[in-house]
């Protein structure tokens, strides 16, 4: 909230420097984000008066006036306004001024004349929104004194918490000074002029469902004129942050800010008639199929849970969000209907972001409003409407429920309260602290119950004779229901500053090992190696939910959750591109890779570790996974060689990365078929098996398809992967097993095979463990190739195999036996060719 010191000053005493107030103010939980200086940059300007108003020589839309400021002599300035006369003083810029935004005054020519300046108008120096005519000052106002010394003002940018609805409003912040500075607040009078006229002859109000609208105040005033607002007011208002539109429009958003209190007006005459001829306003639900031509001139389809301010003839308003351009006072207005009402605020917030119309009243709104200012706002906007566009007010006013409640009580224990803070204030400083802040205290009657927990599960202690106050909480604070929110109000005004520090006694708990230690340990060692961590939104498209929906069979890692349910949509999105909860990762990376491509960075790769999610039935699921993808070009290992191309090698690499972390079995790839997401024939399924034999790592790696390479403009070859890791929904990395290196020298030889296309390398690999007996170690995957000799739907296999036999020296004979048998064995269940 914008906070003029200006303005502020009408209403408590404030003697301390903006930044000294900012401060006091941030550490009562009012945080000052910024401090305005207006008019700090209207250098060189300065009060002038009006000596002689000329038509110019040469233009005949111009003027030639001369200015006196007081100093030198008079100025011949050359103006295009109309409204200035003789006598009157104006703001003028002296050549070498600058005013708002950098715009520098200089001498110039104009038409034949010289220009010795600028007359402004109120628009150019931000202070009014008049940008026709020149700003006419009072008539005292001091002649050659600096506009900045005038009209400059402090404004603070205060940022209200939700809680403290009632801050958002000039009232409400000097409550907040006047506790800082013990001064009293000086609340603005409110005294309604009414005419002869009962409003019960001009306007009715029915209200179809109290529980959205508890009350509604309306006030009629008939022959108002409409015309802009006296100067200082707008000046006020655009200090606020509010631009000004009219007398009628400005008297409503003025009481809002001043009060805290959304009014709305409309003209009296876009309201149909009852019978008796008066106008006839209902607060109901939108019906079916109804719409509505909003302020902002956007024709809106309405919502059947959208609350409406309408007549017989249908919608006049969204209730609390914005009013219809049908019903807005314009300058034919006449009679002028005025709307105070107390709506649901979370049927006012949901409204909101339903149409993206959020406005200072919504906001207002939203955090609740005080039960009393329904009436006051709507006197108050017909004590500025009638002094600002007159008119006559007509008797009463139209008060759905005008019994207002009663101040609560709660009750608490000032020992309980020190104890809580960990001070010890006593009873009567205690009581002194929140008298500053309006809250009235007197002894409790006995035996008092002392709530201690609110909203839906209440709790309450009881307390004995002369242990509990009783707090008498005013009606704008409806953040203070329990004993330890008054507590917490005690520790804010008095000054969090005030409590004293202290260590803690208690012994503090024993060491946990950490969750994420798995999910950390792949991140450091994947960007390690050379791979970038994203992290995307959990809100996605509709298109890119069903574009990157996985259809193979998901068989989770050990202690990780399986991907399954329907998507979950959001009821009310902020956009199309944040509309339903994804299921996989791939769809994130994808738009990660095709924003880069946009901005020229052609090779990347990204991985990200994130959640999917579902629902089955009522109930919602949600899942972990890694997910990588790689395009462009890289580095080759060696400095001599070329550069190459992703390929599906490199998501091989990225995922055996992982799998040495966990401590798990080198990665099995097997081709995996009819996955709409992979490139048909370039893609696998991917296992990887722990030291206590569960699962580790499962998922797909492969190419992307290109249908949704095209639809997503990525023009180079995508490589992806996805995969379910044991531990990273929360776990810890395996023991690290300390094993002694061997005394004897392994032995290695290689063994390359020719298989048919359609063995799997996997089925290779597995098939020489199987085989190698104990004597093998290890068997790893070196190199393939294609090309003559062989067939054309062949490829030949290099494996390098390990043996040793712990501290004993194998034989030549030994190794040979071992490498012949699992010669037998491929030739025999793969059909494999052993070449020499």
Known sequence: MRVPLSWLRELVDVELAPEELAARL?????????????????????????????????????????????????????????????????????????????????????????????????????????????????????LGAKLADLYGDVVLDVDVKPNRGDALSMVGIAREVAAVTRDAVRVPVIEVGEGSVPVADRLTVAVGDERLCPRFVGRWIEGVEVRPSPDRIQMRLLAAGIRPVSNVVDASNYVMVELGKPIHTFDGAAVARDGAGRAA???????????????????????????????????????????????????????????????????????????????????????????????????????LILEWAGGSVARGVVDTHPQEPAPGRVAFRPARVDRLLGTSFGTDAQREVLGRVGIATEPAA????????????????????????????????????????????????QGY????????????????????????????????????????????????????????????????????????????????????????????????????????????????????????GDEAREWWRLGLALTGSFDAVGWNRPRRDADIDDAKGALELVATVLGATAPEYWPLANEPIIHPGRGATVTSIARDGRLAISGVAGELHPRLAEAWDLRRRVIVAEVSVAGLSGGSLPVVESVPPPHVQPIERDLTVDVDDTVPAAAIGSAIRDAGGPLLEQATLVGTYRGKPLGPDERSLTYRLRFGAGDRALGEAEVDAALATVAGALAHHRGARIRS
């Open 26 to 142: 941030t550490m009562l939980g009012m945080e000052v984000k910024g401090i305005e200086r207006r008019g700090s940059d209207w250098a060189n300007v300065v009060v002038g008066e009006l000596l002689a108003v000329e038509k110019h020589p040469r233009a005949d839309r111009l003027l030639l006036a001369r200015v006196t400021t007081g100093a030198g002599g008079p100025l011949e300035i050359v103006c295009g306004a109309t409204n200035i006369a003789v006598g009157q003083r104006v703001p003028v810029a002296l050549p070498g001024a600058v005013l708002a935004g950098g715009k520098r005054i200089e001498r110039t020519e104009k038409m034949g004349v010289v220009s010795n300046g600028m007359l402004c108008s109120g628009d150019e120096l931000g202070l009014t929104a008049d940008a026709d005519g020149i700003l006419i000052l009072a008539p005292d106002t001091p």
């Open 281 to 383: 306003l209902q607060v109901r639900l939108a019906g079916a199929g109804e719409r509505l031509a909003t302020l902002d001139h956007v024709d809106r389809a309405l919502d059947q849970e959208v609350l409406l301010i309408a007549d017989a003839s249908g919608p006049l308003a969204i209730a609390g969000v914005m009013g219809g351009a049908a019903s807005e006072v314009s300058d034919t207005t006449r009679d002028v209907i005025v709307e105070s009402a107390i709506f649901d605020p979370v049927s006012i917030r949901r409204t909101a972001f339903r149409y993206a119309l959020r406005s200072e009243a919504s906001l207002r709104f939203e955090k609740g409003q005080e039960f009393r200012l329904a009436r006051l706002g709507a006197d108050r906007a017909a004590q």
């Open 446 to 493: 006995g035996e008092t119950d002392v709530p201690v927990a609110a909203a839906a599960a209440p709790e309450s202690v009881r307390a004995g004779a002369g242990e509990a106050l009783i707090a008498i909480v005013p009606t704008w604070r409806r953040d203070l229901e329990i004993e330890a929110d008054i507590a917490e109000e005690v520790a804010r005004v």
């Open 497 to 616: 500053e005030e409590v004293p520090p202290r260590l803690p006694t208690s012994l503090m708990p024993g060491w946990r090992p950490t969750p994420l230690a798995a999910r950390d340990a792949i991140r450091e060692a994947l960007v390690g190696g050379g791979i970038t961590e994203a992290v995307t939104y959990a809100l996605v498209s509709a298109r890119l939910l069903e574009a990157f929906r996985w259809s193979f069979e998901d068989q989770p890692a050990a202690g990780e959750a399986r991907r399954e349910g329907d998507p979950i949509t959001v009821t009310n999105p902020l956009s199309l591109e944040h509309v339903v909860l994804r299921q996989s990762l791939v769809g994130s990376l994808a738009q990660v890779l095709d924003s880069n491509a946009r901005h020229a960075q052609n090779d990347v790769a990204v991985f990200e570790i994130g959640k999917g999610y579902g629902r089955v």
